[in-house]
């Protein structure tokens, strides 16, 4: 078996009173495509949030390359909050993360964009980052807007330069949080191509997504969530042949 | 001399207590009436904005940055002292200060109604008059009153500087908080605790009307959501007449 | 009404003075600004924070600074706080800690508006590749955030000047101190304050088109992505 490099164990988050994680377990290797599908609400996008502490879970724990991360609750774990608080941008920086509305900092240029975490958070010099940066936004296909500003941008060029973003920085695992969903149609098939590059040079990736095509073609194993739980995982064989109720309804409303 | 007395002296505050308390309402009654026309003349100078005619434009115009870009004090100072030697009309303290109030005001407030009416969607207008309304009856019965109740929120917000620029009246000698309470803290030789009451005082009129704006606030949209909440998604432009 | 004579004459004689007025009213409304822009960001702060009670006591304080009048906070820490805690302060800087207070009320809210209208995900794009909390405020929200608040902080600006005409009250030699004891002497009150209304009126315009530009020139080529 491959090495599991990042694993979910008993994760559980809520905003308030309103639970929106339960009991999520998930391990993934080194290199899967694991894809989440289901319908809105079901907590696939916070999910992807509690792998990177953006939105830190209340309950259980993330397991990042054998390194365990959790947030402690009383008040008397204060100390011990704040210091794991400290090294989350050590876990975030492994970890990258390319959002639905694509979050690419208006006021920098393209290039700036992805200079900025070579520069600030691995340290790097200007030159040596603009480096790294051109030629990742050239993998990408942005070769010649270096210097241009997001708004000059179509939306499918925007989130290019957000995975360039978060590709520059190496990280060994690559979150998608419905990178299509905002897109327009004919552009989102270009973002589709990337990510299945992505994916052939073997990067581990978690992709939540409303691309059932891409999903069952792509994608090492399918995750069904609904209502905050997981309801089922398999490879896309097994998925596309479940007997769950719940996942098959959602199936054959999406596929027919 | 000094070291025996409390550090805060409340007995001097409690024999002047009605004094203070007609000092408030003066200042309440002043803000009150000049708000009062403040509405009225701001919603005069709000249509000849948005009138056809480019002189009434550019009149309502200059009298909003007019009386946007005058400070009140000097305003009080012109109209109480000022317009005796002009015009010859000896205008005496309380009206002074209430028609200094309106002025100033109205010529923000024209502003928020002017946004107020633009803020409504213009596909109201359009439905008003495909019904066959004449235009004032569109705007009396469907632009109007959903302007209303988006000017609600800054008008009570004008309310309540009014409520503290009536402060500034006092230095015409109305009898107003603040005239009172400077009157009494030199007379009884403590300027701290009156000053110290006649804020809180402001204070507790400012909270008592902004929570009243709020309740009014959520009282008027009830009235646009419960229609929004009624109607089925294919509906979407609702926010419907009356209410 | 015949039989009045205007005295405009007066006006201009006055001009040196009403000058060294209006000096004396830009100091005091700028030195305001200045206090009002630190007490109003650390409000700000406060306002912001993570910890419940901070930011109660920040909106408390908000509340309290925004509810009084400025005449009413000026003659408390003029007379009221320097009486009572035998602080000697000048009318000059008593004037200039009351504007302080009431600007900061107001710009911790415009402090608070600008940050709050950055898209949120804006902060999450930061943190996601792993930028601290504070870097990713310095870098990526605050920058935006700056778009928004300086036209509003030129409107509270425009406010403490019209409100710091309060302090000729209390002995700062200010434009309206000038036509005060010139209109006495003279009997042109009429022509005296109209004058100041019109410099007044010349200065907020002019501070509201300069306003106008830099909005202009802020928003150039740097609207959202």
Not at chain 1, 137 to 160: A, H, I, N
Not at chain 2, 169 to 187: F, H, R, T, Y
Request: aromatic share 10%.
């Amino acid at each position: 078996m491959n090495t599991t490099l990042l694993q979910l164990k008993n994760v559980g988050k809520r905003f308030g009173d309103h639970v929106v994680l339960s009991e999520i377990n998930l391990e993934i290797a080194k290199g899967e495509v694991v894809c989440v599908i289901g319908p809105s609400g079901s907590g696939k996008s916070t999910l992807l949030r509690c792998i990177n502490f953006i939105a830190p879970p209340e309950e259980g724990e993330v397991i990042f390359e054998g390194r365990s991360w959790k947030r402690f609750h009383s008040a008397l774990n204060f100390i011990a909050n704040r210091k794991y608080e400290a090294q989350l941008p050590k876990l975030r920086a492994e970890i990258g993360m390319v959002f639905q509305h694509f979050n690419v900092f208006p006021h920098m240029s393209a290039i700036e964009n992805v200079m900025l975490g070579l520069t600030k958070v691995r340290g790097k010099n200007r030159n040596e980052a603009r480096e790294i940066a051109e030629r990742s936004l050239r993998q990408v296909g942005l070769g010649d807007k270096l210097d241009q500003y997001p708004e000059k941008l179509s939306g499918g060029q925007k989130q290019r330069v957000a995975i360039a973003r978060a590709l520059a920085l190496n990280p060994k695992v690559m979150l998608f949080d419905e990178v299509t969903s905002a897109l327009d149609p004919e552009l989102v098939t270009g973002i589709l191509d990337e990510m299945r590059r992505l994916a052939s040079d073997g990067m581990t990736m978690v992709v939540v997504t409303h691309e059932m095509n891409f999903a069952f073609q792509v994608a090492t194993r399918i995750v069904f969530m609904d209502a905050g739980r997981i309801v089922t995982i398999g490879t896309p064989d097994e998925i596309r042949n479940t007997t769950e109720p719940r996942a098959r309804a959602f199936l054959s409303s999406i596929l027919g | 001399m000094a070291s025996e007395q409390p550090f805060f002296d409340f007995a001097p505050i409690w024999q002047a207590k009605s004094l203070l308390i007609e000092g408030f309402g003066i200042a309440m009654f002043s803000a009150i009436a000049g708000i009062f026309f403040a509405i009225l003349l701001g919603l005069v100078v709000a249509m000849m904005r948005l009138s056809r005619y480019r002189v009434l434009r550019a009149i309502a115009f200059i009298y909003t940055q007019l009386f946007r870009g005058v400070p009140l004090y000097v305003l009080v100072l012109w109209i109480y002292f000022g317009l005796v030697f002009a015009v010859g009309i000896d205008i005496p303290r309380i009206p002074s200060g209430i028609i200094a109030l309106a002025l100033l005001n109205s010529g923000y407030l024209s502003e928020t109604f002017r946004s107020g009416i633009l803020a409504v969607d213009k596909g109201q207008r359009e439905a008003g008059e495909a019904l066959g309304l004449r235009p004032w009856q569109v705007n009396r019965f469907i632009v109007l009153p959903q302007a209303g109740r988006i000017v609600v929120p800054p008008t009570g917000n004008q309310f309540v500087d009014a409520i503290k620029d009536s402060a500034i009246l006092s230095i015409i000698g109305v009898p107003e908080l603040m005239k009172i309470a400077q009157e009494q803290a030199n007379m009884y030789y403590r300027p701290f605790e009156f000053y110290t009451v006649a804020g809180l005082l402001y204070l507790v009129a400012v909270i008592l009307v902004s929570k009243g704006i709020s309740r009014l606030e959520r009282r008027l949209a009830r009235f646009s959501r419960e229609k929004i909440e009624a109607s089925s998604d294919a509906d979407k432009t609702v926010s419907e007449v009356g209410g | 009404m015949d039989g009045y004579q205007y005295n405009w004459d007066v006006v201009w004689q006055s001009l040196p003075e009403l000058r060294q007025g209006l000096i004396i009213t830009l100091q005091v409304s700028i030195v305001g600004m200045a206090l009002a822009v630190v007490f109003g960001l650390l409000c700000a702060i406060g306002r912001l924070s993570q910890y419940g009670y901070l930011r109660k006591i920040s909106i408390v304080i908000i509340d309290f600074s925004r509810s009084i009048p400025l005449f009413v906070l000026l003659f408390w820490v003029y007379y009221g706080l320097s009486l009572k805690f035998s602080i000697n302060l000048t009318a000059f800087q008593a004037g200039a800690i009351a504007l302080g207070i009431t600007g900061g009320a107001y710009m911790a809210e415009v402090f608070r508006g600008g940050i709050n209208a950055v898209d949120f995900g804006q902060r999450e794009a930061a943190l996601a590749i792993g930028l601290t909390q504070a870097k990713a405020f310095n870098l990526v929200v605050f920058p935006q955030a700056i778009r928004i608040i300086i036209p509003q902080a030129v409107n509270v600006y425009v406010g403490l000047l019209k409100g710091a005409t309060i302090v000729s009250v209390i002995g700062v030699a200010d434009m309206i101190y000038v036509a005060q004891y010139v209109s006495l002497n003279s009997f042109t009150p009429f022509e005296m304050y109209s004058a100041v209304g019109v410099a007044f009126i010349a200065l907020t315009v002019s501070i509201a088109g300069l306003a106008y530009l830099l909005e202009m020139r802020l928003n150039r080529g740097r609207s959202r992505g």
